[in-house]
């Protein structure tokens, strides 16, 4: 009989989908496999919009230890037998429903695909989003996330060490929430999801099963149900324990790091539950799986066989153990406490079969549950988009001189650029004594446990650029992200992205990620900054309306000698500040999506340029410079532009700054204008000797082709002096620090 559109509602199928599977089955499926394949074609499982342009990103380099999408995260080699395991996902949906548990269990979905691989989980960061600050939901869900990620890593004992918060009208109601993990591991003991050895045993460790987060993946992050209403759909939100998941990671970093041997796979059930542990594995193992559901262990009472295989209940593993270790690896998972329950053995089919009580409740064929329809869509550019461009922003009146100092205090006061102590404090970033940059500067920096190596990694991504240009907009998201990584001495080698985008059924929002997907491979390509893992979090829209196409770029970059950073804070008085890249007369252009023309002028239009090549040429430039021991200090220019960016290099140095007393060109441009590719260093005072840093630094900059601009100096005095900017240190101090307390 065939199904109504009630029940592929539920899972999220279009009747064109449903006829397709019955097709490939040659027959319609029960409950049980509609629920699971519902789940694996969903958009968060099977990446039906978005597949066919991922394929699009570079994936591959010399460092690369992993293929996109083979494993829960990307491998990349750091040398002496070593890597670094890195992914960002997204809890969009569900931190919407419940801001706490949506969050608390992004945190724990990623960091569990981190020590999936083998890995130790090192460093977490963030990546948020929400509507208005002074809107009563948004705040509400604002410090709800702020504090499911700081309750849950914490509890972790990793430490969270950077991020960014950003806020803007378009995340009304529909915040995003991305979660980056990063972990370390000897190459030669990675593990990888998958499931073979026929006979070999499929064990389930943790947590209890209940009836939470059903529907997850196919209800909450696969669809737009504009009737929805957020109580009814809480059950869908997976509630988490951070103190069991703490020994399942201290457990299956001892599985791995000491009894690799003993396993032939791992593997995290988070999106679909044992649906897609169990399939994703034999899928990537080339075999299949018998499954009894009665052993699975249950935490309520009367679940159904549809329950059990799509309950997305937190702090749950499956190990596929070799069939002559399976004691073993019981034993050591009850040391640690932990319940350990067989629930199936692999076969050599290629079909997962799931009994109870032996009867036969699903059988379905890997191949086609891991082999959704793929839609490769024609977009259509976004109406608003010609006029938006279009615009120009030196048809509006200049800033007055007597208006700039005021206008840097509000910049500073502005909830995008505003200090976001009140939200790391809340973050324990010192845990395990790794951490040698905190947040609070361009990227944080970590050392690589056991070396004397350090890695730098970094949150990005400037929606209000990609809404105004998708491509170019993506191809800044990239190079931001590098330029943070470089500001701290670190050479960028690899990206894990996550694209926050509305309904891809919509032509327009088809368009934008499309674009900006183009974008993001064009930075990678030119950058050497391979993708190596990703997610992709589609239909974040509320009332009809999407959120701003946000990319979320997290970048890796690594550093030989860690003792050797540079941070943004000025080192202190009688250092010379020097401008790499584009110099103080800039175009009316650079105002184009800037924070400025938004708080000045109301306006988010026009759109400033990048060029990759001097990106490129710029980072080799610092990185040279720093190999040579010229800098002292490092710090990116972007929201706010060159006097923003001075002042919070003033304001985390705790020292002043004498610059220019004429700047030439608009003004408003010349201070808050955001072009590309610019990177503030300090050097000591007496290079300006014949001979010295300076010229040398003019020399590099010359042979690549990268203008070097002295700006100033850094004074004991507490005072910021910048054309016609006159301020104190501690004004620009209370109103950097006068927003957030979360």
């Known amino acids: 009989m065939p199904v109504d559109q009630a029940a592929l509602d539920a899972v999220a199928l279009s009747r064109d989908e449903y006829d397709l599977l019955v097709q490939r089955l040659g027959r319609e ?12 074609w969903s958009e968060h499982c099977g990446y039906k919009n978005s597949k066919p342009l991922l394929r699009l990103l570079p994936s591959s380099g010399p460092r690369v230890l992993t293929a996109v999408g083979a494993e829960n995260a990307g ?10 395991v890195m992914k960002v996902e997204s809890h969009n949906h569900p931190s919407a429903i419940e801001p706490y548990q949506g969050a608390a269990t992004g945190v724990g979905g990623i960091v569990r695909d981190i020590f999936a691989m083998g890995a ?7 990546s948020l989003r929400f509507g208005p600050i002074d809107n009563p939901q948004d705040r509400y869900l604002f410090h709800g996330v702020v504090a499911g990620i700081g309750g849950y890593g914490n509890c972790l004992g990793i430490p969270t060490v950077g991020g960014e918060v950003f806020f803007a009208e378009p995340y009304a109601g529909t915040p995003l929430v991305n979660a980056m993990c990063v972990g370390v591991a000897e190459t030669a003991k990675l593990l990888s999801a998958r499931a073979q050895g026929e ?7 943790g947590a209890d099963t209940g009836r939470d987060g059903i529907h997850g993946a196919s209800g909450l992050a696969s669809r737009t149900d504009p009737e929805a209403r957020f109580e009814e759909m809480r059950p869908a939100v997976q509630v988490g324990n951070p103190f069991l998941e703490k020994l399942l990671m201290e457990a299956c970093y001892e599985l791995a790091s000491q009894h690799r041997d003993w396993v032939v796979g791992l593997q995290d059930l988070g999106a679909a539950g044992l649906t897609s542990s169990v399939v994703e594995c034999c899928a990537k193992g080339g075999s299949g799986a018998i499954l009894d559901l009665e052993k699975v262990p249950r935490r309520e009472q009367g679940m159904t066989p549809y329950e059990v295989m799509l309950s997305e209940s937190q702090e749950r593993m499956l190990v596929i153990a070799k069939k002559e270790h399976v004691a073993d690896v019981t034993a050591l998972f009850e040391r640690w406490e932990l319940h ?21 409740v699903a059988r379905v064929p890997v191949d086609i549950a ?13 109406a608003e988009l010609a006029e938006l461009n279009a615009f120009d922003p030196g048809t509006l009146p200049d800033l007055a001189s007597d208006r700039a100092a005021e206008t840097l205090l509000r910049l500073l006061a502005r909830p995008n650029i505003a200090s976001k102590r009140g939200v790391f ?25 056991g070396t004397g190596r350090g890695i730098a990694v970094k949150t990005d991504g400037n929606a209000r650029l990609v809404y105004l240009d998708p491509y170019t907009g993506g191809a800044i998201a990239v190079a931001e992200a590098a330029r943070n990584v470089v500001c701290t001495g670190a050479l960028p080698v690899a990206v894990t992205d996550c694209l926050n985008f509305g309904n891809p059924e919509r032509p327009d929002v088809y368009y934008t990620l499309e674009h900006a997907i183009r974008g993001i491979a064009e930075a990678c390509l030119q950058l050497e900054t391979p993708v190596v893992s990703g997610n992709v979090s589609l239909y974040n829209e509320a009332g009809g309306r999407p959120v701003y196409p946000t990319p979320v770029i997290g970048m890796l970059g690594l550093l030989d000698d860690v003792a050797r950073h540079l941070r943004a804070a000025f080192p202190g008085p009688g250092c010379q500040v020097v401008l790499l890249g584009a110099g103080l007369e800039q175009p009316a252009s650079t105002l184009g999506g800037s924070e400025y023309l938004e708080a000045e002028h109301g306006r988010v239009a026009g759109m400033p340029a990048i060029d990759l090549a001097l990106e490129k040429r710029l980072h080799q430039l610092v990185l040279q410079a720093h190999a040579e021991g010229l800098l002292l200090s490092a710090h990116d220019c972007s929201e706010g532009g060159l006097a923003v960016a001075l002042a919070e290099s003033c304001i985390l140095g705790g020292c002043g700054f004498v610059g220019p007393a004429e700047l030439p060109g608009r003004l408003d441009a010349a201070l808050f204008g955001e072009a590309q590719s610019r990177i503030i260093v300090t050097i000591p005072a007496d290079t300006y000797r014949q001979g010295g840093g300076l010229a040398r630094l003019r020399d590099l900059g010359a042979a690549l082709g990268v203008p070097v601009t002295p700006l100033g100096r850094t004074t004991p005095e507490p005072r910021f002096r910048l054309g016609p900017i006159e301020a104190e240190i501690d004004a620009l101090r209370a109103a950097y620090e006068s927003l957030i307390d979360a």
């Open 425 to 449: 404090r809340q973050y324990d970033h010192q845990v395990l004594a790794n951490t040698v940059v905190p947040p609070g500067g361009d990227a944080a920096v970590l050392r690589v446990p």
């Open 199 to 205: 006979g070999n045993v499929l064990l389930l460790v």
């Open 75 to 84: 491998a990349i080699d750091i040398g002496d037998g070593r890597c670094v």
């Open 29 to 40: 499926p029960n409950e049980v496999e509609l629920g699971m394949f519902g789940s694996l």
């Open 370 to 382: 891991t082999d959704p329809p793929q839609y490769r869509r024609q977009g259509v550019r976004p």
């Open 120 to 126: 130790y989980p090192i460093a977490i960061l963030d």
């Open 340 to 360: 350990c329950a067989a629930i199936g053995v692999v076969t050599s089919g290629n079909e997962v079969v799931v009994r109870e009580h032996g009867v036969e």
